[in-house]
T-cell receptor, first 112, second 114 residues
Framework: TQLLEQSPQFLSIQEGENLTVYCNSS?????LQWYRQEPGEGPVLLVT?????EVKKLKRLTFQFGDARKDSSLHITAAQPGDTGLYLC????????????FGAGTRLFVKA | ETGVTQTPRHLVMGMTNKKSLKCEQH?????MYWYKQSAKKPLELMFV???????ENNSVPSRFSPECPNSSHLFLHLHTLQPEDSALYLC?????????????FGEGSRLTVL
């Protein structure tokens, strides 16, 4: 059974701090996605990484896909209260969306 | 119109009730999904439909019954549920010609079973 481990499970930080969230598996993925989910809403796709070693930036968010395509990290620089939410990583196997597995999520709270 | 719309947003039902969740996607996608989200657990894939045919059913109890009448609509029929079925039920869609499997989610239906 494929598993995707996310850490930490919960993070509470002050505005302006930096943080990194990790997503690890023993399985190789065709691609990996990061989603953010706010209370009362569904997950919203932030980024998809496809190539081993790939780095993508989205404003203050930096996403990296491991060289072996088994792990990923999300780094947030100078966190803002608007970054508060549940961050989910999702590994996509062969077969596209049919073979997507999710991590349990990292709940981030950024205090003003 | 938002991409994926789910109704109702909140549902409270007794264990003997029959109710249905509805999902509609306006993105022209060819695959639709039902996921169950419980606290502190990964999203659990329940059902997948591609081109209106069910392609995956992850051993979901028969008290959950999906229906996909066309590529834009998906239903989840509920009957004789248990309290442990209380969760957020998320509908998603994707375009399966794009192999990155990007999912577009609705806002979810929060189900409480008494």
């Amino acid at each position: 059974t494929q598993l995707l481990e996310q850490s930490p499970q919960f993070l509470s930080i002050q505005e302006g701090e930096n943080l990194t969230v990790y997503c690890n598996s023993s399985s190789v993925f065709s691609s990996l996605q990061w989603y953010r989910q706010e209370p009362g809403e569904g997950p919203v796709l932030l980024v998809t990484v496809v190539t081993g070693g790939e780095v993508k930036k989205l404003k203050r968010l930096t996403f990296q896909f491991g060289d072996a395509r088994k792990d990923s990290s999300l780094h947030i620089t100078a966190a803002q209260p608007g970054d508060t939410g549940l961050y989910l990583c999702a590994g996509v196997g062969r077969g596209g969306g049919f073979k997507t597995i999710f991590g349990a999520g990292t709940r981030l709270f950024v205090k003003a | 119109e938002t991409g994926v719309t789910q109704t109702p947003r909140h549902l409270v039902m007794g264990m003997t009730n029959k109710k249905s969740l509805k999902c509609e996607q306006h993105l022209g996608h060819n695959a639709m999904y039902w996921y169950k989200q419980s606290a502190k657990k990964p999203l659990e894939l329940m059902f997948v439909y591609s081109l209106e045919e069910r392609v995956e059913n992850n051993s979901v109890p028969s008290r959950f019954s999906p229906e996909c009448p066309n590529s834009s609509h998906l239903f989840l029929h509920l009957h004789t549920l248990q309290p442990e079925d209380s969760a957020l039920y998320l509908c998603a869609s994707s375009q399966e010609s794009v192999n990155t499997g990007e999912l577009f989610f609705g806002e979810g239906s929060r189900l409480t079973v008494l």
